[in-house]
């Protein structure tokens, strides 16, 4: 499977936008150099000048890039993240969670280029845009309605009597009571996963029995730790969705841990 490389920018105009990528005075010079006949001048039949690339090549050390293998977008107004999600031809949970780590709010460029010699060090020497890292590309068989992203939210010491109110026999929260409490529409809830007991258990416990994707769980309470969070609870939401979504507060008695996408 491929890797691609992603970086996001806002650009002040289209017309500094296609500039900044304009390799074709490059091409056009190696064009010459290679089929055309010597002049016998030294300084007529040197190799073209490096200077001469387009910015984006100079700043990440590449000589050209391959139009085969890039995606250069321009939005003539500011994209939030849900917006360019079918421009990103590769692992979009994996770009969303990119897209998080970097809190950016929104944005009218998008680049994303598969290129094997290039390291992520290089890539990330970009002046005019904001390199976000490497993510997984897809492969012919790949369906990006199939990526998911889980979100986890733990109980605090006292569930809140909104949430006990609204289980059901079962001890579970409809997809509409969590859309409400959450504050997000219910259309895009792919999947709840959601555990309550009276008694507080082990929350390292509780993710492992209950989330079924082994490394979504270990990466879950790998934040946990880092978060300092009680070791126990008695009540776990892993909220699964195919779009990318923001929470900062903490609301209900519910502790927000974080986002974890599947690979």
């Known amino acids: 499977m491929a890797e691609l490389h992603i970086w996001v920018a806002n650009f002040e105009s289209e017309e500094a936008f296609e500039k900044y990528f304009d390799q074709v005075s490059y091409l056009k010079a190696w064009s010459i150099y290679d089929n055309e006949p010597p002049t016998g001048k030294e300084e007529d039949d040197q190799e073209p000048d490096p200077e001469i690339r387009c910015q984006f090549c100079k700043e990440i050390g590449i000589d050209t890039y391959d139009e085969d293998f890039i995606v250069l977008k321009y939005y003539h107004k500011r994209q939030q993240i849900n917006d360019v999600l079918n421009d990103v031809p590769g ?12 809190s950016i709010d929104s944005i009218n460029v998008l680049i994303a280029y598969e290129n094997h010699d290039l390291n992520q060090e290089s890539a990330s020497k970009t002046e005019k845009l904001i390199y976000l890292g490497a993510i997984p590309g897809l492969s012919d068989n790949d369906d990006k309605a199939n990526l998911n992203t889980h979100y986890l ?15 059901n026999d079962d001890k579970q929260l ?19 996963n959601f555990y309550y007991t009276e008694n507080k258990e082990n929350v390292d416990e509780i993710i492992m029995t209950q989330v079924e994707d082994y490394n979504i769980a270990e990466q879950m309470i790998l934040k946990v730790d880092e978060l300092g969070v009680n070791s126990t609870t008695n009540l776990m ?4 969705v195919s779009q990318y979504l923001k929470f900062e507060e903490n609301k209900h008695n519910l502790v927000y841990i974080g986002s974890f996408s599947e690979e």
């Open 91 to 102: 692992n979009t949970s994996a770009f969303l969670k990119l897209y998080e780590e970097n």
């Open 237 to 240: 939401l892993d909220l699964i």
């Open 174 to 192: 409809s997809k509409d009571k969590i859309a409400e409490i959450l504050g997000i529409d219910r259309q895009i809830i792919k999947e709840v």
């Open 153 to 167: 939210w733990l109980g605090k010491d006292e569930t809140s009597s909104s949430i006990l109110e609204s289980l």
